[in-house]
T-cell receptor, first 113, second 114 residues
Framework: GNSVTQMEGPVTLSEEAFLTINCTYT??????LFWYVQYPGEGLQLLLK?????DKGSNKGFEATYRKETTSFHLEKGSVQVSDSAVYFC????????????FGDGTTLTVKP | DVKVTQSSRYLVKRTGEKVFLECVQD?????MFWYRQDPGLGLRLIYF???????EKGDIPEGYSVSREKKERFSLILESASTNQTSMYLC?????????????FGPGTRLTVT
């Protein structure tokens, strides 16, 4: 089956620190990969995505590169802000119509001033 | 702007009640999903629907049913609510065509069953 394993949290950083949240996956087919973010009291929202190997997704200073050889999609940001405090979910979806998504367990990030 | 709305943000029900959670999307998306989110367990798929009147069981369908009579609306039904169904329920939709598998989530319904 498919699975997503992401770095356990919680992660606490100081403002302007470098962020990495690791994500690795196993998939029976050829997936698209996603990072979603969930702010307190809200639903998930798409942060970035990559649909094929070597694609780099980016948004709001966050980046992740689809690495087929290491089956990874690590999330990075060069300088975090307090407003980045949230829960981050890595996810995959097989590239077939009606393909279900598989989510990681989420990593809680707290950024302190 | 893409929008998924859920009928309630907070809901308190009694054990044994029949509970309806409504989800509406305005993006003409084919696929819709219901998840529950619990601390330490992440998101778990309850049911999904890839088109009107179609439904598929997810990973934890027991105690739930769904209805999709119109493309924009996907309802989750708890036939007889139990305390172990206290959770955050998230609805999502997506277009379902190649290259468009990102999901759009509603704000969630926090259900408490007493």
């Amino acid at each position: 089956g498919n699975s997503v394993t992401q770095m356990e949290g919680p992660v606490t950083l100081s403002e302007e620190a470098f962020l990495t949240i690791n994500c690795t996956y196993t998939a029976t087919g050829y997936p698209s990969l996603f990072w979603y973010v969930q702010y307190p009291g809200e639903g998930l929202q798409l942060l970035l995505k990559a649909t094929k190997a070597d694609d780099k997704g980016s948004n709001k200073g966050f980046e992740a590169t689809y690495r087929k050889e290491t089956t990874s999609f690590h999330l990075e940001k060069g300088s975090v802000q307090v407003s980045d405090s949230a829960v981050y979910f890595c996810a995959l979806t097989l590239n077939t119509n009606a393909g279900k998504s598989t989510f990681g367990d989420g990593t809680t990030l707290t950024v302190k001033p | 702007d893409v929008k998924v709305t859920q009928s309630s943000r907070y809901l308190v029900k009694r054990t044994g009640e029949k509970v309806f959670l409504e989800c509406v999307q305005d993006m003409d998306h084919e696929n819709m999903f219901w998840y529950r989110q619990d601390p330490g367990l992440g998101l778990r798929l309850i049911y999904f629907s890839y088109d009107v009147k179609m439904k598929e069981k997810g990973d934890i369908p027991e105690g739930y049913s769904v209805s999709r009579e119109k493309k924009e609306r996907f309802s989750l039904i708890l036939e007889s609510a139990s305390t172990n169904q206290t959770s955050m329920y998230l609805c999502a939709s997506r277009k379902g065509t190649a290259g468009s598998y990102e999901q759009y989530f509603g704000p969630g319904t926090r259900l408490t069953v007493t």
